[in-house]
């Protein structure tokens, strides 16, 4: 009996573990918190901060990114991660997204949209691959503009997509009334 008491209260101990541990949305940082909570769980100092944006340096696969956070009203609703790192051929952007792309769909599963690189792209271009969660919309993207390249990763907030999503269509709606 006693065995059986231990065996239950050793259970319940590893279970209400699990289940106390955070859900985060993006590194250490959830929807929502304020711009002194992201500052506190990254434990370091920003290269860049403003009113509404901190950025950070990180390395992602021992290549160079900005790590960024998006505020409005000092509440987080996007963040993510841009490379910093240049290359002179067009094939180790792609070869990164792809590494990218296979990391994020094991974490969040097959991608929902998905517009992979050309071998031999011309002009300007923009690849991307998305993933959604309960949470987050998540965009992996590799574009060119004007000859530079762009390789980041978006995390954002549903709920701030839901609204601007509303607000726009109350705006078309207003638009129409004055036709």
């Not at 051929?89 to 991608?111: A, F, M, R, T």
């Not at 000859?147 to 078309?172: H, P, Q, R």
């Amino acid at each position: 009996m006693k065995k059986f008491l231990h065996l239950t209260i050793f259970i319940l101990s590893i279970l209400s573990l699990t289940f106390a541990q955070e859900t985060y949305d993006f590194r250490k940082v959830t929807w929502g918190m304020t711009k002194a909570d992201v500052l506190k769980a990254e434990k370091k100092t920003p290269i860049f901060e403003d009113e509404n944006d901190l950025i950070f340096e990180e390395t992602l696969l021992n290549r160079n990114f900005s790590c960024l956070y998006v505020f409005q009203e000092d509440k987080l609703y996007s963040a993510g991660y841009i490379l910093t790192d240049k290359y002179e051929d067009y094939s180790d952007y792609v070869d990164l997204y792809i590494e990218l792309k296979d990391l994020l769909s094991e974490k969040y599963g097959k991608p929902i949209i998905s517009k992979d690189p050309e071998i031999f792209p011309i002009g300007n271009f923009n690849y991307s691959t998305s993933w959604f969660t309960p949470r987050s919309v998540i965009m992996l993207s590799l574009s060119r503009k004007s000859g530079e390249y762009t390789l980041m990763i978006a995390y954002i907030d549903v709920n701030f997509v839901k609204k601007e999503i509303d607000k726009s269509s109350e705006e078309k709606n207003k638009d129409k009334t004055k036709l």
